[in-house]
């Protein structure tokens, strides 16, 4: 199915919801206006368009934007071997979605990812807790404010972290009195 | 929020209470456990020998990759990629360096392409000699472990004169590679080309048709063809189920579509099909590698954007303009357009994929790492449900994972 083909089944379906920007290295992505209707347009993608493999889902902060966070669907159609981006930007102040889950078992554990590192919620998701950190972790790493050093925290279970020594590292700097504001994301206004 | 363990302890407390003959256990196997394969931990809820309801619980290996990569230039992030899948890092190093060129839109010279699928098949093949001999292990052969781990290091011996190290290679470069291929290095490989072979053979005569293995992983940890779309498994796994899907052949890169090489394919999807699987792409990579070797080009193994490769030194030392080119690459890093693209790679252990969001300049603004290792896990609450517990170090062995590229 081709851009324009795709376009306009999606036209007819969900009149003015979907967006499509211009080809960027020959992928093509799709924006949905409204992230609350996401599950909607990839069910109809998954059954109707046929694709049928949800490769990854991503989640992005664009911190200082609104909507602040991104939610990035990669997916994939084995008949016509096509590759599909659909993204949809979430508030911070609602960073709830539907989830994926019974379109995709696969989502299940990426939307548990994008929970832990970004804070997103996704409405309906069976078993939604951390993954990679552990439970009652207190932050969410991934977020732009969240230091590359880290923030010391303290659970109940004798875990702790502590912010981690930056000086001589790798990471791209500049020079300034704190260890975060070292961090090239810095270069930009907070 | 309580630990897993407890959670699963209450659900079988009161299935107890409920049912007057149950004797629901609960078993916790790992973090640290010898069928696990480094640091995956189990909670499986039992009925006598046979798995209730299994929960794997990951993220004991997680170094936070992904937040590191924001704070890097895009060459700085090399070494970490090494790390993803410790197993096969020079394969990462190229999905990697891939990845970043698609963003880009740079394409290698003949030569570099073909170094690159040289890296990759080579890492296929040290990563299934590992998986296929820790399986075998898993099973009670250990002779088989001892036979591919002495191929592995002929292998390791290799890597280490192509790169100069034998685990942690962080061999590529955004745009090409450290160095071209070093003197004795072709002909060393076609040396282990011709012996591997053999001992594939011997191999396969010790596990296909041994009868304790067969008995141990036929028809255990079946996958059915919709299981594996569902849950995006990838990789061996996903051919074993019986679906011919290689991203080296229905997306070529690296010029793979020049190559002549079958795409093993299973038919029931058990244990046994993706350990097959696995030693038949083994058979494969050495016709792949046999073909570039026969076919290597000669030329520059770079990129030749003056202000996207580092320089010639002796340029460097000489020229006011690859002085400046040096010191911006060095300093601040590729400068990148502005925009997303996703890479999808075919890793040994599956589809290693990286969807990088750039806002322009040298550092990406995001990088997911898509590793097949997290998604092929995802399906073991589905996979062992149903199943003996002694299936589970099968089924374990067979989906062949590494927690390094899981955990990030």
């Known amino acids: 199915m081709n851009r324009q083909n795709l376009k306009a089944r999606l036209d007819a379906e969900f009149p003015g919801l979907v967006e499509m920007p211009p080809e960027f290295r020959g992928e093509t992505t799709l924006v949905v206006g409204n992230a609350g209707r996401l599950p909607e347009v990839l069910r109809f993608l998954e059954r109707e368009c046929a694709f049928d493999y949800l490769i990854d889902i991503s989640g992005v902060d664009h911190m200082n934007e609104t909507p602040r966070f991104e939610l990035v669907y990669e997916l994939y159609s084995y008949g016509a071997s096509q590759h599909l981006r659909a993204k949809a930007r979430v508030p911070e102040e609602s960073a709830e979605v539907p989830s994926a889950c019974d379109i995709w078992p696969t989502a299940n554990w990426h939307e548990r990812e994008i929970f832990d590192m970004m804070g997103i919620r996704f409405a309906g998701h069976p078993d939604l807790r951390r993954i990679l950190m552990w439970d009652g972790y207190p932050h969410h790493p991934l977020r732009k404010d969240f230091p590359l050093e880290g923030l010391p925290c303290e659970t109940p279970d004798g875990h702790f972290t502590q912010a981690a020594p930056m000086d001589g590292g790798p990471f791209v700097t500049r020079p300034a009195e704190l260890a975060h504001q070292r961090e090239p994301r810095s270069k930009s206004p907070l | ?408």
């Open chain 2, 1 to 408: 929020m309580p630990d897993l363990a407890e959670r699963f302890a209450r659900h079988a407390e009161a299935y107890n209470a409920s049912c007057p003959e149950a004797e629901r256990l609960v078993l916790n196997v790992g973090p640290s456990h010898p069928t696990t394969h480094g640091v995956l931990r189990l909670v499986l809820e039992l009925d006598g020998e046979t798995i209730v309801r299994a929960e794997p619980d990951i993220g004991y290996l997680h170094r936070g990759d992904e937040k590191i990569a924001e704070n890097m230039t895009y060459n700085q992030f090399v070494p970490y990629t090494d790390r993803l899948d410790y197993i096969a890092p020079l394969a990462n190093n190229v999905a990697y360096a891939l990845a970043v060129e698609k963003l880009l839109g740079w394409e290698l010279p003949p030569r570099g392409q073909a170094i690159r699928v040289i890296c990759c098949e080579m890492a296929r093949i040290s990563s299934h000699l590992l998986g296929v001999g820790c399986f075998g292990m898993d099973c009670g052969a250990m002779t088989v472990f001892l036979y591919t781990f002495t191929e592995r290091e002929t292998l390791y011996n290799l890597i280490e004169m192509l790169t100069g190290a034998r685990f942690t290679t962080a061999y590529t470069r955004i745009g090409g590679m450290t160095r071209d291929l070093p003197d004795g290095f072709v002909p060393g490989l076609r040396k282990f080309l011709d012996a591997l072979p053999a001992r594939i053979d011997e191999v396969d005569r010790l596990l296909s048709r041994n009868r304790i293995f067969v008995d141990r992983t036929k028809d255990v940890g079946v996958i059915s063809k919709d299981d594996a779309v569902a849950f995006g498994l990838s990789g061996p796994n996903f051919r074993a189920c019986g679906i011919e899907f290689d991203l080296r052949r229905r997306h070529p890169y690296l010029g793979y579509e020049k190559y002549d090489f079958e795409i093993p394919v299973g038919s029931v999807g058990d244990c046994y099909d993706r350990y097959y699987c696995r030693l038949q792409e083994i058979r494969e990579s050495v016709k792949i590698l046999t073909q570039v070797l026969d076919s290597l080009p000669d030329g520059p193994i770079c990129v030749q954007d003056r202000k996207g490769v580092l320089p010639p030194k002796d340029r460097v030392l000489t020229s006011m303009e690859e002085l400046i080119h040096q010191f911006m690459l060095v300093t601040a890093g590729i400068d990148a357009p502005p925009g997303e693209i996703y890479f999808g790679h075919e890793n040994p252990k599956g589809e290693l994929g990286f969807y990088i969001c750039s806002k322009g300049g040298g550092v990406p603004y995001r990088l997911k790492i898509r590793s097949p290792s997290f998604v092929n896990l995802s399906i073991l609450p589905k996979l062992l449900s149903g199943h003996m517990i002694a299936d589970v170090a099968a089924i374990l062995g067979s989906l062949d994972f590494v927690m390094g590229e899981s955990d990030r």
